[in-house]
């Protein structure tokens, strides 16, 4: 098993096919939020973020947010959208992942997470046993603790493209 390789690769959240995700039987949708839905230091979220998770909804899926960032951050950004949010949730840890499936009563192979890292968030949802999705970051800049992770990325991707199994920016959709 390749713990850091998605399931399913897109260039951004706006082209995910959520029919895809139908198809998986996916039914609980997990969205890590800094470079995923918005960049890390824009603090709100907007209409494309807020039309995302009414699609996604309104295919049956429900929806949370899942980030490793503080309670501050997150609530701020989650307030006006309406759905529970996971602050602190020390990805790729795979408790806030259990936790989430348990207050949703949605088993692992009907729940997918979104996010834009190899190291918390595909390696998080691959030992969580979920469909795991990437999504390339929405911008280049970065919190410091998260710059060193993206050099040990560098490494991952360059091993992946080595041996055919992913490349970067080869995205499925
Ligand atoms: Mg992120």
């Known amino acids: 098993m390749h713990l850091f390789k998605p399931d399913y690769y897109v260039k951004s959240f706006k082209y995910m096919d959520i029919n895809r995700l139908k198809k998986m ?11 995923t839905l918005v960049a890390f230091d824009e603090p709100h979220s907007n209409e494309g973020v807020r039309f995302f998770i009414e699609m ?6 429900q929806v949370a947010l899942m980030s490793n960032n503080v309670k501050s951050r997150t609530e701020k950004f989650g307030q006006a959208l309406g759905v529970r949010i996971y602050s602190f949730s020390c990805k790729p840890f795979p408790f806030t992942f259990v936790k989430a499936m348990k207050d949703f009563g949605v088993r692992a192979d009907h729940t997918a997470l ?5 190291f918390t968030d595909m390696l998080g949802g691959n030992l969580a046993g979920i469909t795991t999705i990437l999504t390339a970051p929405i911008v280049e800049r970065d919190k410091l603790d998260t710059k060193a992770l993206r050099t040990l990325e560098r490494f991952v991707f360059h091993h992946y493209e080595k041996k055919g199994i992913m490349k970067r920016g080869d995205f499925d959709d």
Request: aromatic share 0%; glycine share 10%; net charge negative.
């Open 25 to 35: 039987n996916i039914r609980l949708l997990l969205c890590d939020i800094d470079n």
């Open 114 to 118: 979104i996010g834009d890292q190899l």
């Open 56 to 61: 996604v909804q309104s295919a049956g899926i």
